[in-house]
């Protein structure tokens, strides 16, 4: 942080005083409690219902399937790099209709993301299932959530274009640059930056909708959490869940830790190059 932000942020925020600071910390005691409560009341209803007898998690010694759980994880894995890269695409694709300087590319572009980001995800995976794709439920799934998050993402990338300063684009066209080689040269570099953060948070999510692959029997980690249950002796579908949660749980922050790591040097580079371009 440099020293201007420092002397600012100094004088917009006041330090708390002992009292501010003491409860601060009785709301911090108060819900850490909370938390504590809560999981300490589950884990009393779980026990007295018997999910945490040893013969409802013998299942997981087998060999068969812990391997169907890795299979399960590859398939979670696969249909979401499909879907991420994607709907990336078509975000930008859509992002660029709907900054065209065209009406009737900017209208159809736009009646496309409304329309796919108002379809329940579901309803789409789930007709694209029975209407297209009944043979191969992977493409189902994978072009359901395309769709959906591709029109998620178009909005953030022309957020994100748009909130680059309008002096930039003025500069760009007067120093002779064309639409396209605004775009591509100037504003995109520039809103990379700001929305990352909404372009990886997105990707969270649907590495999370992954999991509706569940209702068309794609043999994703759910679906394959759901056969393992079914086919184990007192029905385990508890302690499955506790074990196919923490999964689903760990892909997304090991997606978010990567996200951290390329926003962090993308921030880097942007200082490096600051006082070359002044």
């Known amino acids: 942080m440099s020293t201007a932000t420092r002397t600012a942020a100094t004088v917009l925020f006041d330090a708390p005083g002992p009292r501010a600071r003491l409860r601060y910390r009785l709301f911090g005691v108060l819900a850490l409690a909370g938390i504590a409560g809560l999981f300490g009341y589950a884990y009393v209803k779980l026990a007295d219902a018997g999910q945490f007898d040893a013969e409802l998690w013998s299942a997981f010694q087998y060999k068969a399937v812990q391997q169907r759980i890795l299979d399960g994880a590859l398939a979670t894995l696969k249909a979401f790099g499909l879907a991420a890269a994607g709907s990336l695409v078509l975000g930008a694709l859509l992002a660029a209709g709907r900054l065209s300087d065209h009406r009737p590319v900017r209208a159809v572009c736009g009646g496309v993301v409304e329309f796919f980001r108002a379809m329940p995800l579901l309803i789409m995976i789930f007709a694209l ?47 002779g640059l064309r639409k396209t080689q605004t775009m591509t040269l100037v504003l995109v570099p520039q809103a990379v930056r700001s929305m990352l953060p909404a372009i990886i948070g997105q990707l969270v999510v649907t590495l999370k909708d992954t999991s509706l692959g569940f209702v068309i029997t794609y043999p994703e980690l759910l679906y394959a959490g759901k056969i393992i249950a079914s086919n184990s002796p007192g029905y385990p579908y508890i302690p499955m869940i506790m074990v196919i949660g923490p999964l689903y749980v760990g892909l997304c922050l090991i997606l978010t830790a990567v996200a951290r790591r390329l926003e962090a040097r993308s921030r880097r580079g942007a200082n490096r190059r600051t006082p070359a371009a002044a």
Do not use: K
């Open 129 to 175: 299932y029975r209407g297209v794709f009944s043979a191969e439920p992977l493409w189902a799934l994978v072009v359901g959530l395309t769709l959906y998050n591709g029109a998620v993402q178009a909005e953030v990338i022309r957020a994100g274009v748009h909130a680059v300063p309008r002096g930039q684009s003025e500069a760009a066209y007067a120093l």
